[in-house]
């Protein structure tokens, strides 16, 4: 399955944006689909997480309450909505997936197929 990330831009302080990752070669029906960002000059970190077969869904503390992380089976689809942006949430968002979930899913290392990044610019 090969991933793309699409949806990126350059945005107001409070604005919102969803990012779409399709899947391509393949169906998204991977137990774990997760989203990381990597700000310029740091560290790739765990954004969202969502464990398919109980819908569980996760969240790093900077966006809980404020990003969603969805997926649409039919449109081999997954997204993450992002509302109420700040500065400190401009990166280079990545999607990933993997076929079994694993209790590591906040670390990058745990997540073997990745998708090209998308560019997310928040200006204040």
């Known amino acids: 399955v090969q991933l793309q990330a699409s949806g990126g831009g350059v945005v107001q302080a409070g604005d919102s944006l969803k990012l779409t990752c399709a899947a391509s070669g393949g169906t998204l029906s991977m137990d774990g689909m997760a989203w990381f960002r990597q700000p310029p000059g740091k560290e790739r970190e765990f954004v969202a997480a969502k464990r398919r077969p109980t819908g569980s869904m996760y969240y790093s503390d900077s966006v809980k309450g404020r990003f969603t992380i969805s997926s649409d089976g039919a449109k081999n689809s997954m997204y993450l909505q992002m509302n109420s942006l700040t500065p400190e949430d401009s990166a280079v968002y990545f999607c990933?997936?993997?076929?079994?979930?694993?209790?590591?899913?906040?670390?990058?290392?745990?997540?073997?197929?990745w998708g090209q990044g998308t560019l997310v610019t928040v200006s204040s």
């Open positions: 990933a997936t993997r076929a079994i979930w694993s209790v590591a899913y906040r670390r990058p290392q745990s997540w073997p197929a």
